[in-house]
């Protein structure tokens, strides 16, 4: 039964990353789409006097988001794995108690 809790724990901790990650795409854009007006300097180029890199590259925090996607469906499906077991010992344990 711990087990499940972590896993729920685990589970929403992965849910609140995202949507932190989410929340700051929007932001983050703006900020390197203001970056970019205010310095002239195109996407993904330095300006070695000024040492600015716009290479921020935002299909990088996506691909991170994709990742935790993956993560929280390996979640779900362990949630899912554990309580198959416990319910199989609970059957076991209720079935050996019944034949004593």
Do not use: W
Not at 64 to 93: F, G, P, W
């Amino acid at each position: 039964m711990q087990l499940l809790v972590e896993i729920k724990d685990i589970r929403e901790e992965l849910g609140i990353l995202k949507r932190v990650i989410n929340d700051q795409l929007g932001p983050l854009s703006d900020f390197i789409t203001e970056l970019r007006r205010r310095t002239r300097i195109p996407f993904g180029e330095i300006d070695i006097n000024n040492k600015v890199d716009l290479s921020i590259r935002i299909d990088v925090i996506e691909n991170h988001l994709h990742r935790i996607d993956n993560m929280i469906e390996l979640s779900d499906q362990t949630n899912i794995s554990v309580s198959i077991q416990d319910r199989s010992r609970e059957e076991k344990a209720n079935i050996f108690s019944s034949t004593t």
